[in-house]
């Protein structure tokens, strides 16, 4: 028998295509030899053209998730995805216990890689206040970064400072994920600020490709794999990077426009 103890969640939306949201967080778990479970918070229905329809979960039968797994599970560490608008922020944050499952990696998924707002101002606002501070680990990407702190992020010294003002606003551990969408760049660059106080910066070379559906689900998810098995926060983060930029570097064809990336060859590279 295959033991399954170490067991992550993913707080999350289901995306139809299977590219991003849950099914992305799922198959990180597994690639990272994480028992998955999911608690969904909303399904989309969606291809590699687009969104087209969205559902979000009523909050009671959010909450009877949480209960049900509470009773259930030693869940070791968890991570959010998309929390739609300001009732679901707030039941997730009011039944989420750390004690019970784990440490949080928080993936924002405020803004889109290009830009585009995902959630209204009010829903923002209940974001900063109730869901920030639960964070063990924020993995935002440069327009939510720059949301969240109102810093222009056009230098290191704007980045770095951005990261001290997402620490004060209550995340432990801070990932800004470095812009990704100039087809002449050379490299990825991300910064970490600890709760320890260290930082460093992170890199890799930029693939220029339109398949990259569930980079940021990919990227939390092991992080919050690694955390489930006892690795350190820095540890997590280095090996999430490497884990997604192997996945981006082998692109698989699903889809006719906007693809997944590719967990099979990610797994396959990495330990």
């Known amino acids: 028998m295959v033991n399954g103890e170490i067991q992550a ?5 289901n995306d139809s295509d299977g ?23 909303a399904a989309v229905a969606g291809n590699s053209y687009g969104i087209e329809a969205a559902h979000v979960m009523p909050v ?4 009877t998730q949480f209960d049900v797994l509470a009773k259930d599970f030693k869940i070791r560490a968890s991570k959010t995805g998309m929390l739609a608008d300001s009732d679901v922020i707030n039941v997730v ?16 998924v405020i803004i889109t890689k290009h830009g585009a707002m995902l959630l209204e101002e009010e829903a923002y606002e209940t974001f900063k206040k109730r869901l920030i501070p639960l964070a063990n680990v924020i993995t935002p990407n440069f327009f939510e970064a720059q949301k969240l702190t109102d810093e222009p992020l056009d230098s290191k010294e704007s980045i770095i400072a951005a990261a001290a003002k997402l620490q004060n ?7 800004i994920k470095g812009r990704h969408d100039n087809p002449e760049q050379a ?8 709760e320890n106080g260290d930082s460093f910066w992170l890199s890799e070379q930029f693939v220029n490709t339109e398949r990259v559906n569930g980079t940021g689900d990919t990227l939390s998810a092991v992080i919050a794999a690694e955390l489930a ?4 926060v820095e540890q997590a983060i280095r090996t999430a990077k490497a884990f997604v930029h192997t996945a981006i570097s082998n692109e698989i064809a699903v ?3 906007y693809g997944p990336i590719n967990h099979w060859a990610a797994m396959k590279n990495m330990d």
């Open 255 to 257: 889809g006719h426009k």
């Open 187 to 194: 490299d990825v660059s991300d910064y970490i600020l600890l």
């Open 93 to 108: 944050a009011d039944n989420y216990d750390t004690q019970v499952f784990g440490p949080l990696v928080v993936d924002p």
């Open 60 to 63: 009671d039968f959010i909450k």
């Open 169 to 175: 606003l209550g995340a432990k551990n801070v990932m």
């Open 9 to 13: 969640l993913t707080i999350a939306g």
């Open 19 to 41: 590219s991003a949201g849950m099914p992305a967080d799922l198959r990180s778990f597994y690639a990272r030899n994480v028992y998955g479970m999911g608690l969904i918070t």
């Open 229 to 232: 098995k006892g690795f350190s």
